[in-house]
């Protein structure tokens, strides 16, 4: 369980990390902010929360590893590296820049913290899996993360991927599934809670954007045995910036200067806002 | 030749199930279900370290290369078309993402016979020479499939290992020793070179014997590593016989005769015919049928042999 001041922290840390995400793609002028925005949350609960890792020591053999499956979301986790020390948030503005190792999608031989490049829909879980089976011969106690999206839970090699995780029984693997379009439910096909579940495995659905919510569903995935975990998280795309929540459009738009304005604005009012020692409830 | 001859896809887990004991990271992923269990000796062997991913060799890709980011060595065994169909797994997963992944793709060309160009890799060196950092490397008998296992046991990087479902005549000596991107000579000529690959290696030595009764000296030339080529040998190759003949059990366009050819306009550019299967589906027949029709066999090579000499003159 997260202690107040952890809570505190990561409630805070959440603006500057929109900030510094948004900031970035506005300053590329391309980029996805909507499904950036909603994954920020999730992203900084793995890695100031829950993952045993060391920026300083980006290759530690025992580190805890995650891949971002999702991975036009990088500059979520760019942000989220820089604030925990794996590189100098100074690099953050060289996003999409040629020569930086910040590439478009996240690219693991350019720049240490990143796992494993991606971008191509669909391909994380099975990296993830092969991470979490390598952790099993070894005997060691790593845990595997990968955070998915929405959009990319129709292709259909993740549902190959889903399908071997159980068989496996890979329960130092766990799942995080930014649920910010509900695109499938929408077209009337069964919740993606059930499919998962049907796959055999654990099911925690929880919202998120809530840190304590989200520590608390990592906390289970890490106690539970033999069986992998999906954390099925209830997001909002381009969540904390008025005019982007759930607007169309800022899938992959990046904002002007005046809109990066208003949104950091806004930002800042509402970080402002916060009462230490904290309510559930985020941005 | 003497030794009884082997699939190189069999030379494969021979080579595996041998390296495997001084080779702890190294694993073996396989796509086929059960009831064809390949590689069958590693599997015996090292059952904890073989696993049967079923038919799902999208993901299997994936798992490989998060294997191989965990330090594990994993040969991913899978028929070559079907990986050529999970071209862009091999793409972001294996080579962007900088995985020492080896891929072995079996059932190479009109070999496989009768199961039709369904189940014929015709179209895997063209995509897999395209993508940065990968090796692409075929041997032509069991003795170069040893060399090549071993030496990928190390190497650092992405790789495909293209292997063959038919038996194939040994083209080596005993105590052949295994050289990265080095081409062998196996017979030495002046009128023209024969560039072979895998399959079509030993019908190049035996359509060399046969050109050799008209009169004609044919260099055969091994290329065993198509991705980095030998440039130098074929350079000198075509600076000395002025006539190169490309022979592979592929698709004529984007295979072993698209990589000598470009190695040869950048560096000594000659008479290039590229012979293989002529931008067609292959088709159903027993594999020696097939290689007749596609004139894939020694007395085929040879009679393509005359044809790029004759229209020389």
Redesign the interface.
């Known amino acids: 369980m997260l202690d107040n001041a952890t809570l505190d922290t990561l409630r805070r840390r959440a603006f500057d990390l929109r900030i510094d995400s948004l900031s970035a793609i506005a300053a590329a002028e391309s980029g996805h902010p909507g499904g950036t925005l909603s994954a920020i949350d999730l992203l900084q609960t793995l890695y100031f929360a829950e993952m045993n890792h060391r920026p300083k020591e980006p290759h530690w053999p025992e580190r805890d590893r995650f891949v971002l499956s999702k991975g036009h979301a990088v500059p979520a986790l760019y942000a989220v590296l820089a604030h925990a020390g794996y590189f100098s948030v100074d690099l953050l503005p060289s996003l999409r820049r040629l020569g930086s190792p910040l590439q478009g999608h996240p690219a693991n031989f350019l720049l240490p913290g990143i796992e494993a490049s991606t971008g191509s829909p669909g391909q994380g879980l099975s990296i993830a899996i092969g991470m979490a089976l390598a952790a099993k011969l070894d005997g060691s106690p790593v845990r595997v993360y990968t955070l998915i999206g929405d959009g990319e839970s129709a292709e259909g090699q993740l549902w190959e991927a889903a399908r071997s995780a159980p068989r496996l029984a890979l329960d130092n693997l766990c799942v995080v599934l930014d649920h910010n379009e509900r695109s499938q439910e929408a077209l009337g096909e069964a919740p993606l809670a059930d499919r998962w579940r049907a796959f055999d495995f654990q099911v925690l659905a929880i919202d998120g954007h809530d840190h304590l919510q989200i520590a608390g569903a990592l906390t289970a995935a890490r106690a539970t045995k033999g069986q992998p975990t999906v954390v099925v998280a209830e997001t909002v795309k381009g969540r904390g910036v008025s005019f982007m929540e759930n607007a169309a459009g800022w899938h992959d738009l990046a904002p002007s200067r005046e809109q990066l304005a208003q949104a950091v604005a806004e930002l800042r009012a509402a970080q402002a806002q916060l009462a230490p020692s904290a309510k559930p409830g985020a941005p | 030749m003497g030794a009884p001859p082997l699939s190189t896809r069999d030379a494969f887990d021979d080579a595996v199930a041998r390296l495997g004991a001084s080779h702890p990271e190294l ?1 073996v992923l396989d796509a086929e279900p059960s009831s064809s269990p390949r590689p069958s000796k590693f599997a015996r062997q090292f059952p ?2 073989c ?1 049967r ?2 038919i ?1 060799e ?15 060595v ?1 040969f991913v065994c899978a028929s070559a078309c079907f990986v050529a169909g999970r071209f ?2 091999v ?3 294996v080579c ?3 995985t020492n992944a080896r891929i072995v793709g079996d059932h190479a060309g009109v070999g496989v016979g009768e199961d039709g160009y369904a189940r014929m890799g015709l179209e895997d060196v063209a995509l897999m020479r395209a993508l940065p950092t990968m090796a692409v490397l075929q041997p032509a008998d069991d003795l170069e499939t040893a060399g090549a296992v071993e030496f990928l046991c190390t190497h650092r990087g992405p790789a495909y290992l293209r292997t063959t479902r038919q038996r194939l005549e040994r083209v080596n000596a005993e105590g052949y020793r295994f050289a990265f991107g080095k081409g062998v000579t196996l017979a030495d000529g002046k009128d023209l070179t024969i560039v072979a690959s895998g399959g079509t290696t030993a019908g190049a030595v035996r359509a060399a014997e046969l050109l050799a009764k008209d009169g004609i000296s044919a260099r055969v030339i091994n290329i065993h590593t198509i991705k980095p080529i030998d440039v130098e040998l074929l350079a000198r190759a075509a600076r000395e016989t002025g006539r190169i003949l490309t022979v592979e059990d592929h698709q004529i366009t984007g295979g072993l005769g698209g990589a000598v050819c470009e190695a040869l306009a950048d560096r000594e550019p000659v008479r290039v015919r590229r012979h293989g299967v002529p931008d067609v589906f292959g088709e159903s027949g027993p594999p020696a049928a097939l290689y007749r029709h596609y004139r894939l066999d020694a007395t085929g090579i040879a009679s393509v042999a005359h044809e790029l000499l004759d229209r020389g003159r």
Do not use: T
């Open positions: 694993l904890e370290r696993f991913m079923g799902a999208a993901n299997m890709l994936g798992v490989a290369a998060g294997l191989s980011l965990s330090g594990k994993p862009d797994q793409r972001m997963s962007y993402s900088a």
